[in-house]
């Protein structure tokens, strides 16, 4: 099984699947060029029709980001200022940002030690009369218990906006997440499970009122041109990352099953490794990482150690978003939220792109064992 290293092995490498359908999106890109049409349009309406269906939503809007999917998300449930919004701290930036955004307060919950997701049994005692939604968020690919949280959200009469920025074509129970909330949203950015060729995002939703909000919103306000009927943003889909999505979604299902087998191999080893914890392996879970747990301190070495053999590694995420810089005027103090901040010390996420070879793997596995010695 175990092998000695050969090549250097990236944390993600999108040069593999580039080369797999760099034909089909070099044919695709110059018919999109050849057309005229840039931004919006048929190309884009194509995208987002395949994208719902694929979600299993009525709607789906284009945008320009995750960051502007979760944006628009709050604006078109007119959350604002002086309203809660429940989240996690263990997640990027933008969940919590964006609720700043619009005027709103994000609260910290903390969360489960096993899936990295929100802990559903701290929702109830954080809800507050100003509390209007819940963002979940479904973090490296594995779902949120989705039947529990719409649940607790229903009987406190609370939005749910999901954040699928991580977890395209995740399921919880077979339903796929960005269906289950009021509002999904996608980021397409390129190392993501479904990327684009820059910048791109979407929002899922089966509620026509709030699609329709969405698509003035990302559109300057405007229903009509140059009639503003609300203050809007900028956040179109470009056509030419409309038609690599496109292209990209009918492989999506096959790339998420590659990222399982790579998940179900490292467990194999991972298991019988003496201070990791692998991740838990819930069955909807499409693998956007592979993060384990290092315990005593020892994480930032032997992440050290597999840099010295050419194994890249990621840490998602060092710090807890309650204890960032920006958040400090919200009065967390370190201590608050004590598993998102043992798992920002302690997890280490390994090489996880779906052309992964198994050698390559096996190159990683054997770098991690030794650099336990
Ligand atoms: C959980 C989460 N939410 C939101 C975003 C924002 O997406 P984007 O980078 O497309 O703005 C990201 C992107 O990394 C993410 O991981």
Same mark, same amino acid.
């Given at each position: ?113 096993? *899936?990295? @997701? %929100?802990?559903?049994?701290?929702? !109830? &005692? =954080? #809800? $507050?009369?100003?509390?209007? /939604? +819940? ?55 390129? *190392?993501? @499970? %479904?990327?684009?060729?820059?910048? !791109? &995002? =979407? #929002? $899922?939703?089966?509620?026509? /009122? +709030? ?58 080893? %991972? ?6 914890? =692998? ?95």
């Amino acid at each position: 099984m175990w092998c000695k290293r050969v090549n250097s092995i990236p944390a993600f490498d999108l040069t593999q699947q580039y080369k797999l359908i760099g034909e089909e999106i070099g044919a695709k890109t110059l018919e999109v060029l050849a057309s005229g049409y840039y931004i919006n349009g048929s190309t884009v309406e194509r995208f987002e029709q395949q994208f719902a269906s694929y979600i299993g939503t009525t709607d789906c809007i284009g945008c320009n980001s995750g960051t502007d999917a979760l944006y628009l998300a709050l604006r078109a449930l007119g959350i604002g200022a002086g309203d809660e919004v429940i989240t996690t701290p263990f997640t990027f930036i933008s969940t919590a940002s964006m609720i700043s955004a619009v005027g709103a307060t994000p609260v910290f919950i903390d969360v489960d030690p096993q *899936t990295f @997701n %929100l802990d559903l049994d701290q929702i !109830a &005692g =954080a #809800i $507050t009369p100003r509390t209007k /939604a +819940i963002i979940p968020v479904h973090l490296f690919g594995q779902p949120v218990d989705m039947a529990r949280l719409t649940a607790i959200a229903q009987s406190h009469q609370l939005w749910v906006i999901e954040d699928a920025a991580q977890a395209a074509g995740a399921d919880w129970a077979g339903t796929k997440v960005g269906s289950f909330g009021h509002i999904g949203c996608f980021s397409f950015y390129p *190392t993501k @499970n %479904l990327g684009a060729c820059g910048d !791109a &995002g =979407a #929002i $899922t939703t089966n509620d026509g /009122a +709030i699609a329709a909000r969405i698509r003035m919103l990302r559109n300057h306000g405007q229903q009509q041109r140059y009639s503003s009927e609300a203050i809007g943003i900028n956040s179109r889909m470009d056509a030419l990352q409309a038609a690599i999505l496109s292209i990209k979604l009918n492989y999506l299902e096959g790339w998420n099953a590659q990222r399982r087998a790579i998940a179900e191999r490292y467990d194999q080893v %991972l298991r019988h490794l003496p201070g990791m914890t =692998a991740p838990k392996a819930l069955p909807g879970n499409v693998w956007h990482q592979y993060t384990l747990q290092i315990g005593g301190d020892r994480r930032d070495s032997i992440r050290q150690k597999l840099q010295t053999q050419g194994i890249g590694s990621m840490v998602y995420y060092p710090v807890p978003l309650h204890l960032q810089p920006v958040y400090e005027h919200l009065g967390y103090q370190s201590g608050r939220l004590p598993v998102a901040e043992r798992l920002a010390q302690a997890v280490l996420s390994l090489p996880m792109f779906p052309e992964l070879s198994q050698e390559q793997q096996e190159q990683v596995l054997y770098a991690l064992k030794d650099s336990l010695i």
